[in-house]
T-cell receptor, first 113, second 112 residues
Framework: NAGVMQNPRHLVRRRGQEARLRCSPM?????VYWYRQLPEEGLKFMVY????????ESGMPKERFSAEFPKEGPSILRIQQVVRGDSAAYFC???????????FGPGTRLLVL | DAKTTQPNSMESNEEEPVHLPCNHS???????IHWYRQLPSQGPEYVIH???SNVNNRMASLAIAEDRKSSTLILHRATLRDAAVYYC?????????????FGQGTRLTINP
């Protein structure tokens, strides 16, 4: 059973460009979570999604950030008009329905020049 | 979410046991105690969780105080690969799947 997949593993963008981060959950998992880890800081929750629904987006910045988890395909975290402060590691996690353990992917490291 | 308190850092020697403490004095009756760890340049990894009784798995043991206001993660025989940041997290068991709230964790250094 493959683990949580994230791509790309590294992403470089210039200020003002868009960043798209993809997350494929483990097989059979219908819950997806996105977390951000700024340099030298702890992980912060961003958004929690189930298929086609956003359940909790209390950690998402109000502007430029959006997330989706379509019926088919991976979950996408989209950052529009990136700024240098968006440089961070973005981790995706998934869990099976009605269970508590979250399984994390290897992360996408975004660098904004 | 109930708050946990952990030491910022700890150091141990290879092949010795390691006891990582966590205080959670405001824990509620339905909060599970979870431990995750994050190895350098990797995503967090689930270690163990428990409610009231001590728990063992292939990675570690979790000792929970009788009043549940503290717990200890025990690595029985540390290896260099156990060097990581260890996070103690409380999660409400009734509400089920929900976000994890990470603190600063304990950075564990293992000396060869």
């Amino acid at each position: 059973n493959a683990g949580v997949m994230q791509n790309p593993r590294h992403l470089v963008r210039r200020r003002g460009q868009e960043a798209r981060l993809r997350c494929s959950p483990m097989k059979g998992h219908s819950h997806v979570y996105w977390y951000r880890q700024l340099p030298e800081e702890g992980l912060k929750f961003m958004v929690y999604l189930q298929k086609e629904n956003i359940i909790d987006e209390s950690g998402m910045p109000k502007e430029r950030f959006s997330a989706e988890f379509p019926k088919e395909g991976p979950s996408i975290l989209r950052i529009q008009q990136v700024v240098r402060g968006d440089s961070a590691a973005y981790f995706c996690a998934s869990s099976p329905r009605n269970q508590e353990t979250q399984y994390f992917g290897p992360g996408t490291r975004l660098l904004v020049l | 979410d109930a708050k946990t308190t952990q030491p910022n850092s700890m150091e141990s020697n290879e092949e010795e046991p390691v006891h990582l403490p966590c205080n959670h004095s405001t824990i509620s009756g339905t909060d599970y105690i979870h431990w995750y760890r994050q190895l350098p340049s990797q995503g967090p990894e689930y270690v163990i969780h428990g409610l009231t009784s001590n728990v063992n798995n292939r990675m570690a043991s979790l000792a929970i105080a009788e009043d549940r206001k503290s717990s200890t993660l025990i690595l029985h025989r540390a290896t260099l690969r156990d060097a990581a940041v260890y996070y103690c997290i409380l999660r409400d068991g009734i509400q089920g799947a929900q976000k994890l709230v990470f603190g600063q964790g304990t950075r564990l250094t293992i000396n060869p």
